[in-house]
Structure formats: structure tokens, C-alpha cells
């Protein structure tokens, strides 16, 4: 049992490069988000999924597109590398939304991105 | 929208003392984890609590939802229990972050 796997752990771009973080989980999850955590700072969320074909904003999705075509995979993708995109990358999964009641989440080993 | 706050941001003990770290969260929650954040940057889920007390080992956690804080207690640090530690809750399907207490355990 993977849990939940992230690809690539560490990426070094150029500014207006683009790419796919890819994150899997294998524990017939629904509920899938990516964050990225910067220095000092606690995990802030970019974009969350309650299921296949539905994907949702959060705190930060500006610059990052995301898809849910399987319920195994959620794809982050950066359109145009910034500077300040600059950061850990972590993907998470749970059964069911953080709202619903015993709904731990589990966070795979993050992806460290460095934008030069 | 709910704001987490965790105190003390900075927590240097010696091998074998106690600590407690606190979790503030300004709404009531249906769900509150905490996680260690080891020094290779993996998260590790240490405690879903929204309500009551666990205990897991060493560490123990308790959350008094009515008034809204979770407290962390660690027994007998080691040195293996440096990182940060972070409390999340839940807010409109979303988990939010307070900005974690980094704990530094000194041999």
C-alpha cells in the first residue's frame, strides 16, 4: 500500500517554464488537495478535488491549473513558472472532505520546486 | 474565515524535558489534526482530535472544542521529536494551517 505518491521530490525551472506535479494515491480516496508550504509559514491551499471531474479554488490557485480525470490521480500543473512559485508542494487525500466527521489526512513527501 | 493560531512559534528544550503546545482556532470545527513535520519535510499525522483526549506513546493530545484550543503534550523528549509541529482545522471543506511550533530537542 503507496499511500499517496508525489513525483518528481525535487524540479528546478526557468521562469515561464511550465510542468505537472503529479500526485497518486491508491487508497480509493475522493477527496484530493494540493498546498504548498513556504518558509515560516504553515500549508496554504491551492486547489482541492471532492471526487472525480470536480475540482475547486483555494486560498492560493492563482498561476496553477489542476484536473481530476480518475479518482487516483490530481495533477498540479504551472502554466508559467514564477519566481514565487518557489516552494514545497505537498499533495494530500482523505475519504472524505476535511468537514466530514474521522477524516484524517494523508500527505505524500512532498515536491521541492525551485523557479531560478 | 476560521483563523488557526499556534503558540510558541520557537520551543528549545533539552532531552527528557515535557513540553505543551497550544492550538487556538477562532470557529467551532468538526475536525482537528495535528502533524509533525520531521527534518526531511515528510508530514506525519500524529492526532485527529476534535474533540477529547488521545494518546499515542509519549505524546497526548487534547481538544476542548467549546472553548476552541487543542493542546500537544510531549513526555520525555527525545531528539528524534524536533520539527515543526502543526495544527489544521477544518473550514468549508478545506483544511487551514496555523504556522506550527518548531520544536528543537537538544541532546
Known amino acids: 500500500n503507496a499511500g499517496v505518491t508525489q513525483t518528481p521530490k525535487f524540479q528546478v525551472l526557468k521562469t515561464g517554464q511550465s510542468m505537472t506535479l503529479q500526485c497518486a494515491q491508491d487508497m480509493n480516496h475522493e477527496y484530493m488537495s494540493w498546498y504548498r508550504q513556504d518558509p515560516g509559514m504553515g500549508l496554504r491551499l491551492i486547489h482541492y478535488?471532492?471526487?472525480?471531474?470536480?475540482?475547486d479554488q483555494g486560498e492560493v490557485p492563482n498561476g496553477y491549473n489542476v484536473s481530476r480525470s480518475t479518482t487516483e490521480d490530481f495533477p498540479l500543473r504551472l502554466l508559467s513558472a514564477a519566481p514565487s512559485q518557489t516552494s514545497v508542494y505537498f499533495c494530500?487525500?482523505?475519504?472524505?472532505?476535511?468537514?466530514?466527521?474521522?477524516?484524517?489526512?494523508?500527505f505524500g513527501d512532498g515536491t521541492r520546486l525551485s523557479i531560478l | 474565515g476560521i483563523q488557526v493560531e499556534q503558540s510558541p512559534p520557537d520551543l528549545i528544550l533539552q532531552e527528557g524535558a515535557n513540553s505543551t503546545l497550544r492550538c487556538n482556532f477562532s470557529d467551532s470545527v468538526n475536525n482537528l489534526q495535528w502533524f509533525h513535520q520531521n527534518p526531511w519535510g515528510q508530514l506525519i499525522n500524529l492526532f485527529y482530535i476534535p474533540s477529547g483526549t488521545k494518546q499515542n506513546g509519549r505524546l497526548s493530545a487534547t481538544t476542548v472544542a467549546t472553548e476552541r484550543y487543542s493542546l500537544l503534550y510531549i513526555s520525555s523528549s527525545q531528539t528524534t521529536d524536533s520539527g515543526v509541529y502543526f495544527c489544521?482545522?477544518?473550514?468549508?471543506?478545506?483544511?487551514?494551517f496555523g504556522q506550527g511550533t518548531r520544536l528543537t530537542i537538544n541532546p
Open positions: 489544521a482545522v477544518e473550514g468549508a471543506q478545506k483544511l487551514v
Open positions: 478535488s471532492v471526487g472525480a471531474g470536480i475540482t
Open positions: 494530500a487525500s482523505s475519504y472524505g472532505p476535511p468537514g466530514s466527521r474521522n477524516q484524517p489526512q494523508h
